[in-house]
């Protein structure tokens, strides 16, 4: 099966850049997703890494390390409006059905 | 485009009821799935479907039904409602095979039953 590890609640001050860290164990590794859920709010994708390196998407940016099982979220000029829950994910089996980590809770302090 | 659409919103549904939770996206996806929700965790997938006519069990299947008639709708039964199945529901899809990275969510069904 697959499992992943994220810290359950990360805590920046606005304007800091933060990084949230995703290990993984699964069974035919495609990539790496990256999702965001505000409170009450449905989760929305933020981006995906197939190949190791960086992919940088404004003020996003997703690291994977395919030798390492490891991924990570980095946000960048933190606004109150980054304060969500943040999930990795990974596609797996013939239909690549996702499978999420348990997420991280990001608080941005003023 | 109204994207993936969940109804009802909210319900509350006593023990040994039944139901069914709609959802329906105008994206043409292949892909569709359930998954549910509970305090501080993630997403757990109930069942998914890669196309009409196709469903298969995810992690949490017991206790739930599905059918895929046509391509838009993805409709998932609850057989006789019980308290652990209080829970957020959404309902997702994708375009299918190496893109089903990227899922479309509706804003989700906040069940409890009690």
């Known amino acids: 099966g697959q499992s992943l590890e994220q810290p359950s609640e990360v805590t920046a001050v606005e304007g800091a850049i933060v990084q949230i860290n995703c290990t993984y164990q699964t069974s035919g590794f495609y990539g790496l997703s990256w999702y965001q859920q505000h409170d009450g709010g449905a989760p929305t994708f933020l981006s995906y890494?197939?190949?190791?390196g960086l992919e940088e998407t404004g003020r996003f940016s997703s690291f994977l390390s395919r030798s390492d099982s490891y991924g990570y979220l980095l946000l960048q000029e933190l606004q109150m409006k980054d304060s969500a829950s943040y999930f990795c994910?990974?596609?797996?089996?013939?239909?690549?059905?996702?499978?999420f980590g348990s997420g991280t809770q990001l608080t941005v302090l003023p | 485009n109204a994207g993936v659409t969940q109804t009802p919103k909210f319900q509350v549904l006593k023990t040994g009821q039944s139901m069914t939770l709609q959802c329906a996206q105008d994206m043409n996806h292949e892909y569709m799935s359930w998954y549910r929700q509970d305090p501080g965790m993630g997403l757990r997938l109930i069942h998914y479907?890669?196309?009409?006519?196709?469903?298969d069990q995810g992690e949490v299947p017991n206790g739930y039904n599905v059918s895929r008639s046509t391509t838009e709708d993805f409709p998932l039964r609850l057989l006789s409602a019980a308290p652990s199945q209080t829970s957020v529901y959404f309902c997702?899809?994708?375009?299918?095979?190496?893109?089903?990275?990227?899922?479309?969510f509706g804003p989700g069904t906040r069940l409890t039953v009690t």
């Open positions: 997702a899809s994708s375009v299918q095979g190496a893109r089903s990275y990227e899922q479309y």
């Open positions: 994910a990974v596609p797996s089996g013939s239909a690549r059905q996702l499978t």
């Open positions: 890494n197939a190949l190791d």
């Open positions: 479907s890669v196309g009409a006519g196709i469903t």
